[in-house]
């Protein structure tokens, strides 16, 4: 193996990653609440996304970590009681999909009290995750995850394989399950007018050719193919064939551990990850 050996008994690993925003990403601007139109782009989602992509999971046995949003397990219970009721993972994402950077230390702990409740109340799971709407957090988002016994952040770019952060004024570490835009279908395939976000909707052969050149380098470098998508943009009809095609691929590799990230955080808590820990 060319890179790291973070990871006893594998060359590298896996993640599929679904971070459910649905309506929650608009709703809470007052201006969105209207908006008809684009309310419905989110909730196709939760409709229909989701749905085709319970289906490819389970035609290849594989468990995914979904990261949602306490609005969205508010007005659909049913949806995510049923991908628990599948065996995946479920970490929260704010409640309105807010920034944390924008938030006082008595919102966000509001926030993410509220958001892990609301999941639990669901599930009767206590959710180990946490991924920052946007991918923004700060010092105080480390130590309110740390305060409210989150075990796993997965929000930062620092390397390619999960680390260590230590915890604001505290000897405390939580894990980190970095991500990164190249692995993020938003930046390939979202496409709003008003709120302007998204520029050009590329074909999925070019997506899908890109996450197979980063999965097929990773894995010569043993690293971390963690993949966030969003049902909303993953779930049209003509994309969802490319995850398909990207785990077939994925699977011909000997030594590729596909996991949840939970999984990864119960192997770090069991030691059998060998990983550095940084300070921010």
């Known amino acids: 193996m060319v890179g790291v050996d973070w990871i006893q008994g594998y060359q590298a690993t896996?993640?599929?990653?679904?971070?459910?925003?649905?309506?929650?990403?608009?709703?809470?601007?007052?201006e969105n609440q209207r908006r008809l139109s684009l309310l419905s782009a989110s909730a196709f989602g939760r409709r229909i996304g989701v749905p085709r992509i319970l289906r490819v999971l389970d035609n290849?046995?594989?468990?995914?970590?979904?990261?949602?949003?306490?609005?969205t397990a508010?007005?659909?219970?049913?949806?995510?009681?049923?991908?628990?009721?599948?065996?995946?993972?479920?970490?929260?994402?704010?409640?309105?999909?807010e920034r944390t950077d924008e938030l006082s230390y008595e919102q966000e702990d509001d926030i993410l009290a509220r958001s892990k409740m609301q999941i639990?109340?669901?599930?009767?799971?206590?959710?180990?995750?946490?991924r920052a709407p946007l991918w923004e957090i700060t010092p105080q988002t480390l130590s309110l995850?740390?305060?409210?016994?989150?075990?796993?952040?997965?929000?930062?770019?620092?390397?390619?394989?999960?680390?260590?952060?230590?915890?604001?004024d505290s000897n405390r570490n939580i894990l980190e399950i970095p991500v990164t835009w190249l692995l993020d279908d938003w930046e390939q395939f979202a496409y709003s007018a008003?709120?302007?976000?998204?520029?050009?909707?590329?074909?999925?052969?070019?997506?899908l050719r890109l996450w197979l050149a980063e999965f097929d380098a990773l894995y010569t470098e043993g690293g971390a193919f963690t993949l966030t998508m969003h049902p909303e943009i993953i779930?049209?009809?003509?994309?969802?064939?490319?995850?398909?095609?990207?785990?077939?691929?994925?699977k011909q590799y000997d030594g590729v551990l596909i996991c949840t990230l939970d999984d990864l955080y119960t192997n770090w808590k069991a030691g059998n990850l060998s990983i550095p820990t940084f300070n921010y």
């Open 120 to 130: 639990k109340s669901i599930t009767g799971i206590t959710p180990l995750g946490f």
């Open 194 to 207: 008003k709120p302007a976000d998204g520029y050009v909707i590329e074909e999925p052969e070019k997506v």
């Open 235 to 250: 779930g049209r009809a003509s994309r969802i064939s490319i995850l398909d095609r990207l785990i077939q691929h994925i």
């Open 60 to 71: 290849y046995n594989i468990k995914a970590t979904f990261f949602i949003p306490g609005y």
């Open 14 to 30: 896996v993640s599929f990653c679904f971070d459910v925003d649905a309506e929650a990403s608009w709703i809470g601007n007052p």
């Open 74 to 97: 508010e007005i659909d219970p049913n949806l995510v009681k049923t991908i628990a009721e599948s065996g995946h993972a479920i970490g929260c994402h704010g409640y309105y999909h």
């Open 145 to 168: 995850l740390d305060k409210h016994n989150f075990g796993y952040d997965s929000s930062l770019m620092g390397l390619d394989y999960p680390y260590e952060v230590r915890v604001p």
